[in-house]
């Protein structure tokens, strides 16, 4: 009957002792899951941004204010959609080019992914980057 009783007792701390050892991988997958969802939604809004304010700056009214107007559209949008710039700032670029016989604006941003949590090693050195042209509608 001894051999019974020391049999149960030896079981008693399995369950935890197998949550303590699962528990910590299952954390890190959840927090790499929610970074990476994180850093999609940084780029979907960047991405947005720049195509919204590039399409905003082909629309001009005045050819002259192409490269000014692009550029304030997708200062407004990032603002708008409540996309803080880390230090350093969102550096948009718009510049006016020619292919085909058509003037063309060209916007693209490039900006560090600032991470929700420092857990995950390498998750601040990655930069969400988008670009897009449009053709100038006005050529007044």
Do not use: K
């Not at 550029?71 to 020619?98: K, M, N, Q, R, Y």
């Not at 063309?104 to 980057?129: D, F, K, N, Q, R």
């Amino acid at each position: 009957m001894r051999t019974i009783i020391s049999t149960t007792n030896s079981r008693r701390g399995g369950g935890a002792l197998e949550a303590a050892l699962v528990l910590p991988v299952l954390l890190i997958v959840l927090m790499g899951l929610v970074e990476t969802g994180w850093m999609f939604l940084g780029q979907q809004l960047v991405t947005q941004a720049v195509r919204d304010g590039c399409r905003a700056g082909a629309m001009a009214e005045s050819p002259a204010d192409l490269a000014s107007t692009a550029g304030d559209a997708i200062a407004a949008a990032l603002e708008a959609s409540s996309f803080t710039c880390p230090d350093g700032g969102c550096d948009a670029e718009v510049t006016l080019a020619w292919s085909a016989g058509e003037r063309y604006l060209a916007c693209s941003i490039t900006t560090p992914h600032e991470p929700l949590t420092s857990l995950i090693p390498g998750m601040s050195s990655v930069e969400l980057t988008s670009a897009t042209r449009n053709r100038v509608e006005r050529t007044d």
